[in-house]
């Protein structure tokens, strides 16, 4: 596949190979998703998992929580 031959050559760089076959990043993205090379994203984290951004989100949110 013509596609994966391009993404494996710019360094599995999805950018790159667009700008290669003069097509779009999520093409290829979605393209990748398809064939398998690409894992999905995961759909929800847990929250152990809540990166420090998360965890900042989450803080923000308590703060402007209506009181009850």
Request: net charge positive; glycine share 6%.
């Amino acid at each position: 596949m013509r596609l994966l031959t391009a993404y494996r050559r710019c360094e599995r760089n999805l950018g790159h190979t667009a700008n290669r076959l003069g097509v779009s990043r999520d093409l290829v993205r979605a393209r990748l998703l398809q064939s398998g090379e690409l894992a999905a994203p995961p759909t929800s984290e847990s929250p152990a998992t809540l990166s420090r951004a998360g965890e900042a989100r989450a803080a923000v949110r308590e703060l402007l929580a209506p009181e009850p």
